[in-house]
């Protein structure tokens, strides 16, 4: 009797380290491989091709978690841009030399690194960029882009005021060159009137 249990015994720790070294060899397969999940949406009830419920799609989307998801994403990051056009409308803010030949992708993350350089917060034990960098999009937090907005109106405000500066310096300048040609063509004329009654009299008393 105690044989057998001892048997049993044996058998039951061989199939358990048995599976727990595949259920090993199992978790170090899937940790180093990328695990995508592909949810289906039924399009309508009857499973018709072509035919679209939006109800019943919505509802599978509510129940799945999805809509809150992105919700709570909406939430997290309320504002997202396309790659090119964060560098198109942000690349007056940038005070270094940016690689040009590089894509949109590299020289929207290079660009934003340096615009939020010293505004990551630290939360839970790491520093947190007001801004993420997606496939396609940049995806803000909550003020990181009003904030750019503010800095780009200010500095297109700046180069708004220089250029004016410079057209109205430009403008005074010609026409002060125009006022002192006729100053001094008047002084001109002026001397020379002056000069001649000098010699008429002149002349008179000879």
């Not at 978690?65 to 007056?92: E, M, Y």
């Not at 125009?178 to 001094?184: E, F, H, I, L």
Request: proline letters at 2%.
């Amino acid at each position: 009797m105690k044989s057998t249990k001892r048997k049993q015994g044996a058998m039951s720790m061989t199939v358990c380290s048995k599976f727990r070294k595949r259920l090993a060899g199992l978790i170090e397969h899937i940790a180093a491989t990328k695990t995508r999940y592909v949810r289906c949406i039924k399009p309508n009830e009857n499973k018709m091709p072509r035919v679209t419920d939006h109800m019943v799609t919505m509802r599978q989307l509510g129940s799945a978690g999805i809509v809150t998801a992105i919700n709570i994403s909406k939430i997290i990051f309320p504002n997202q841009l396309p790659h090119d056009i964060v560098w198109d409308r942000f690349k007056c803010l940038s005070r270094s030399c940016i690689d040009t030949h590089v894509d949109y992708k590299e020289k929207a993350a290079l660009l934003l690194s340096e615009l939020f350089k010293d505004n990551e917060c630290f939360t839970k034990g790491q520093y947190t960029a007001p801004y993420v960098c997606g496939k396609t999009k940049v995806f803000f937090r909550s003020g990181a882009l009003e904030k750019l907005e503010l800095d780009r109106s200010s500095t297109r405000s700046v180069n708004a005021d220089k250029l004016h500066n410079y057209a109205k310096t430009v403008v005074q300048r010609y026409r002060f060159r125009v006022m002192k040609r006729a100053v001094v063509k008047l002084q001109a004329l002026w001397r020379f009137q002056k000069a001649w009654r000098e010699y008429k009299e002149r002349m008179k008393a000879t």
